[in-house]
């Protein structure tokens, strides 16, 4: 572990320097990486595992995605099987089903997690939340996590760029002695970029509030009051989307990337600073009070019973297609379609 100051805050961290790619070959030379469920994180992990020289093969069912796992060069009973089949001759089983398709799956999962194997999750939800999944693992098995803080499909396109996602690592349970360096072997297997330790329950309660808030939930938000406002007092569509979304994530979030919010504002005018930094003090004032709700519906249980529930019902996909619809109708995000068409191609 390698000790890293973040703001002045010492943590613990692992590196890649310290945990090289030839250390995780080493550690999982004789494992066989049983991934299940080839949807988002599904693909990401699988392909870099095995273009990182590490024997990987795919559990999915039959369908759409099997085809998908086809086309990218899985091998129907070589290194693509039906999941009761893949689990069987896992040695890791990576549980990359959707959260409720973990707990419908569960009861035929366990099964297969024979003494000495690892159970490994990208999140700290069926675990933290086992008094609404039913998902307690037996005590002969390793449990252990490595949740990458971003899309599978980032992942993957990040490290065809030869660069990474950060991720979290947690055991949860060791029973052979070898969690921690299974877990950090994975983390480093799937191509993450350095890793810090959690544990389940800060996992699960961390990433369910960074994505109803600033990643996804708080960001629409606020994108679309200020679209509104800026509509509702005569300006144009074009007008409305480039000074809310197009200007953000083209021009100022790459900066912000690059060398931080400070860095940000001291490349924009004084005028824009003076403004920035009377107005964002106003804006967290606002939404404290939010985000310290959405905290407790987390850690109460709350969210996960709803994300349950709502995508445990057959139609979840349907009715899911039409709010995405509801949001990708709206007249903010087809004015981004517009724009986006308008981009300079280089
Ligand atoms: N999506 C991401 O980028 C992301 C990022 C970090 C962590 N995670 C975590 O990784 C895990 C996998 O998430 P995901 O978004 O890739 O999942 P997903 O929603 O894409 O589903 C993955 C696969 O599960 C299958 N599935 C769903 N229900 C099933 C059932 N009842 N029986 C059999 N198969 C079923 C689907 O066909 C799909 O192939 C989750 O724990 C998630 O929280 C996801
Ligand atoms: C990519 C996210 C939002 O970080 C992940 O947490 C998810 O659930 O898909
Ligand atoms: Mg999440
Ligand atoms: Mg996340």
């Not at 490595?146 to 760029?161: D, E, I, M, Y």
């Not at 629409?220 to 005569?234: C, D, S, V």
């Not at 569509?237 to 912000?256: D, G, H, I, K």
């Amino acid at each position: 572990m390698a000790t890293i100051y973040f703001g002045g805050v010492p943590e613990e961290v692992v590196t890649r320097e310290e945990f090289p790619m030839e250390k995780a070959r080493q550690v999982l030379k004789d494992e066989t990486i049983a991934v299940i469920g080839y949807g988002v994180q599904g693909p990401g992990q699988a392909l870099n595992l095995r273009d990182n020289g590490f024997r990987v093969i795919v559990g999915q069912r039959k369908g759409r995605t099997w085809d998908k796992a086809v086309a990218d060069g899985w091998v129907p009973g070589e290194t693509l099987f039906e999941i009761e089949e893949a689990a069987q001759k896992g040695t890791i089983i990576a549980f990359l089903l959707s959260d409720a398709g973990q707990i419908a799956l569960w009861p035929t999962l366990k099964k297969y997690l024979t003494p000495g194997k690892a159970l490994y999750f990208s999140h700290g939800f069926g675990i933290t939340f086992s008094d609404q999944t039913g998902i307690v693992p037996p005590a002969d098995v390793d449990v252990i996590l490595v949740a990458p803080k971003g899309s599978g499909t980032s992942l993957r396109r990040l490290f065809l760029a030869g660069q990474g996602i950060n991720s979290s690592f947690a055991v949860h349970q060791d029973a052979t002695g070898r969690a921690r360096e299974r877990a950090l072997a994975m983390g480093i297997g799937i191509g993450s970029g350095y890793l810090f330790p959690t544990d389940f329950k800060k996992e699960v309660y961390s990433d369910l509030t960074g994505e109803r808030g600033t990643l996804m939930g708080a960001i629409q938000g606020i994108f679309a009051a200020q679209y509104e406002t800026l509509r509702r007092n005569g300006h144009s569509p074009s007008e409305a989307f480039n000074e809310t979304v197009e200007e953000l994530t083209q021009s100022l979030m790459p900066l912000v990337a690059e060398n931080g919010m400070d860095w940000m504002y001291a490349n924009c005018s004084t005028t824009a600073q003076r403004g920035a930094l009377d107005w964002w003090k106003r804006f967290k004032e606002a939404t404290q009070p939010v985000f310290d709700e959405l905290y407790r519906s987390v850690a109460s249980g709350k969210e996960a019973a709803r994300a349950i529930s709502a995508n445990s019902q057959p139609d979840y996909r349907e009715k899911l297609e039409a709010e995405l619809k509801e949001l990708r109708e709206s007249e903010m995000w087809q004015a981004g379609a517009a724009v986006r068409k308008l981009r300079p191609k280089g």
